[in-house]
């Protein structure tokens, strides 16, 4: 088991940055896939980015790729979202995700979900 609590959210104008970071519980954290999905209002939740075990492989979904970026620090137990260029369309509640067996872009195949935050991005 593992809880994952999200934060970092907020309101910013489109251009600007913002950095979401995932607080995950537990001894094993290393041992888990992490990512990030986003939920628009009325909208299924889509895959924005992925990270494997070690940190060494990364995905991204093509609306954000070089706009984001996805890290992680095991020592601290934490990944984080770095999201430059923020555009209106980033707007939703990003939920961070952990797996022990799989790094995919299909929102049910992820096992454990933190509560999300809210990013707001203005014109």
């Known amino acids: 088991q593992v809880q994952l609590v999200e934060s970092g959210g907020g309101l910013v104008q489109a251009g600007g940055s913002l950095r979401l970071s995932c607080e995950a519980s537990?001894?094993?954290?290393?041992?888990?896939?992490m990512g990030w999905f986003r939920q628009a209002p009325g909208k299924e939740r889509d895959f924005v980015t992925a990270i494997n075990r070690s940190g060494g492989l990364t995905s991204y979904a093509d609306s954000v790729k070089g706009r984001f970026t996805i890290s992680r620090d095991n020592a601290k137990n934490t990944v984080y979202l770095q999201m430059n260029t923020l555009k209106p369309e980033d707007t939703a509640v990003y939920y961070c995700?952990?797996?022990?067996?799989?790094?995919?872009?299909?929102?049910?195949?992820?096992?454990?979900w933190g509560q999300g935050t809210q990013v707001t991005v203005s014109s």
């Open positions: 537990g001894r094993t954290f290393s041992m888990y896939n």
């Open positions: 995700v952990a797996d022990l067996a799989t790094m995919t872009r299909h929102a049910y195949q992820w096992d454990y």
